[in-house]
């Protein structure tokens, strides 16, 4: 089956949450940002959906350079990731909580962990899994999908809960042979996290040397939206920072991450890994973050999609059809791998 047949099946199930529009870019007009303002947010964006509308449109402002004279090559999208051999240089995001797209109707949370880490594994890349309100000691979807499931091949972000259950999160992790632990420091603004009482708090520099010395695993610190914040966490052991604003979640009136990338790879270029999401649905989206400086990528809304339409099966064809329109873009703007890829390839 192909990404549309898995997106009509998923529309149906996604009835009321997500139109699964061909263009998931979070307009006005769209089902997910129907609601009036201070609503529950659903499947959009927080607020009047302009932190969501951003992502998209600032990679929209970018074109790119179509250079055809040269010699023939086939684009080689293979990416080392913390010493693992990927495919290519495009994870699937920390997205948990399917009660906000359409709850057991579309898929349940445990069938969905599977889906996503198992999806991007069958694709040679990996699946990241994040924290909710739903989420304990008791029931842990994410383990069990990581490390139960898939021999550790995942990477857990957890909400920036109270250290001691981050410590102790990560540890087990660890002891679960993970790739990577960390957390998102935006996910202190998270709504769902606040409206079902779940503490979760800003993090400090402290907090951040103090669990990177804790666990062996790299540790990575996501929601990252200033050349400030990008700063302290490299300066505190980081070993990789995403820059993101959740998707457009937990604060309105943010720039869109293509614009804040910019000024971030001109501070820490070669610093840390910087990796990125935020409207980003096709291979061509890739390059342009490329471009601009990211190491790699994170997929959101789409490989929700994809895992509500055809499962395991539907986020590996996903994949498939990123890795597709990556290698195309590539291939028409004369770079051969990704160490070719400059701001040369786009036109601003
Ligand atoms: C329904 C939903 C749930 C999310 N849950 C989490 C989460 O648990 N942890 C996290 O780090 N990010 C979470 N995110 C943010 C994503 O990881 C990612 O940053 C965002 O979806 C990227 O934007 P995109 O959806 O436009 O691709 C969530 C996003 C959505 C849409």
């Known amino acids: 089956m192909s990404v549309e047949d898995h997106r009509k099946i998923a529309k149906e199930k996604m009835r009321g949450k997500c139109g699964v529009f061909s263009m998931c870019d979070g307009a006005p007009n769209k089902i997910c940002q129907g609601n009036s303002y201070g609503k529950p947010i659903g499947f959009g964006g927080v607020g009047s959906g302009a932190s969501f509308v951003n992502n998209v449109q ?153 669990l990177v010395n804790y666990t062996k695993l790299p540790v990575i610190i996501k929601g990252i939206m200033s050349v400030e914040d990008a700063v302290a966490a490299t300066e505190a052991g980081a070993k990789a920072i995403v820059i993101s604003n959740h998707g457009g979640r937990v604060l309105d009136h943010t720039p869109g991450t293509a614009d804040v990338l910019f000024p971030i790879v001109d501070e820490l ?48 064809v996903y994949f498939e059809f990123l890795q597709k329109t990556l290698v195309k873009a590539m291939w028409m703007t004369g770079v051969a791998t990704l160490e070719d890829i400059t701001r040369d390839v786009i036109y601003k």
């Open 58 to 210: 600032a990679l929209k402002k970018l074109n790119l350079k179509m250079r055809e004279i040269g010699e023939n090559y086939t684009p080689d999208t293979k990416y080392d990731f913390f010493g693992h051999e990927l495919t290519m240089p495009i994870m699937g995001a920390s997205i948990t909580g399917v009660n906000s797209f359409g709850g057991d109707n579309a898929i349940t949370e445990p069938d969905f962990c599977k889906a996503t880490v198992l999806g991007a594994k069958e694709a040679g890349t990996i699946g990241w899994r994040g924290d909710t309100y739903t989420y304990t000691f008791d029931f842990m979807p994410c383990y069990d999908a990581i490390c139960n499931h898939a021999d550790g091949w995942g990477v857990k972000i957890s909400k920036p809960r109270d250290q001691e259950v981050l410590k102790k999160v990560f540890k087990m992790y660890e002891e679960g042979n993970a790739i990577a632990v960390g957390t998102d420091v935006d996910g202190c603004g998270s709504t769902i996290m606040a409206a079902n009482n779940k503490p979760v708090f800003r993090k400090s520099p402290e907090d951040i040397k103090e």
């Open 269 to 316: 270029k070669g610093k840390v890994r910087i990796i990125i999401d935020g409207g980003i649905r096709t291979g061509y989206d890739v390059l342009k973050m490329l471009a601009i400086g990211a190491e790699s990528v994170l997929i959101g809304r789409d490989i929700v999609r994809a895992a509500v339409g055809g499962g395991t099966e539907g986020v590996n």
